[in-house]
Structures are given as C-alpha cells and as structure tokens.
C-alpha cells in the first residue's frame, strides 16, 4: 500500500522520492494531505511490525525526532534502542540456533508470513 500511495503522490505532484520525503520529514509541513498520509502509513508498517515481533509494550512516539544528526519524522530515540536491542538479540538468537547451541526454535508459524501470500513491494 506504501508504495502505491506513495507512487500515485509523486506522479501527481510531480515529485521525485527525495522531495517527496523532504516534505514528509519537514516539521514545519503540517496540513499537507499527501504529507500526512505518507507519515500514516509508516506508522501503520511500523506498528504492524511491532506486532509481528509481539513487540506491543514499546510505545514507538511518532513525531520529529533528531536521528544521525538530522530531524526526521520517526519513532522516538528511546523506542529505536528497544527496537535495536531487541533485533539484537532477536539475531543472536537465530544465530544460536542456526548452530545448534541456544533456545527452542519459535514455530515458524508465528515469525514467517503466510507462505501463499508475498507482501506487495516483495522481491522475491
């Protein structure tokens, strides 16, 4: 749907991603429609993921935050250190496993996608 949307936008309006994306993480472009539908449909992807992962109890703050010394619309600093941390482990746990020394595997069922179903935008 991101990339539908987002696609339709730019034909639109006549606008490449970078300037498309410069609008979206402009704070100061606050009742833009296009804008603002860009930004809802990261915050849907991303609070999608989170439950995925299960990861329901970080409150992911959207809003204009400061990120490699650039603002930018994007989950708040704390909730990207949970997020990393938790990939973190996440990837040393499948590594564990992957040679044999760690926990249980979890049920693919509950980490894989549907496996008749290819997410839109998939490359494979």
Avoid at 1 to 9: G, P, Q
Avoid at 37 to 55: E, F, T
Wanted: charged fraction near 30%.
């Amino acid at each position: 749907m991101l990339d539908r949307e987002r696609r339709e936008i730019m034909f639109r309006r006549q606008l490449g991603i970078t300037a498309l994306y410069n609008l979206v993480n402009d704070p100061t472009v606050a009742s833009d429609p296009d804008v603002n539908q860009v930004r809802k449909l990261h915050r849907d992807i991303d609070v999608s993921m989170m439950q995925a992962y299960g990861w329901t109890d970080i409150a992911l703050e959207h809003g204009f935050h400061v990120y490699r010394q650039m603002e930018r619309f994007t989950v708040s600093p704390d909730a990207r250190v949970e997020i990393l941390d938790r990939l973190l482990e996440e990837n040393h746990r499948r590594s564990a496993l992957e040679t044999g020394v760690g926990e249980k595997p979890t049920p693919s069922s509950e980490l894989a996608l549907d496996p008749g179903s290819t997410p839109e935008g998939a490359m494979f």
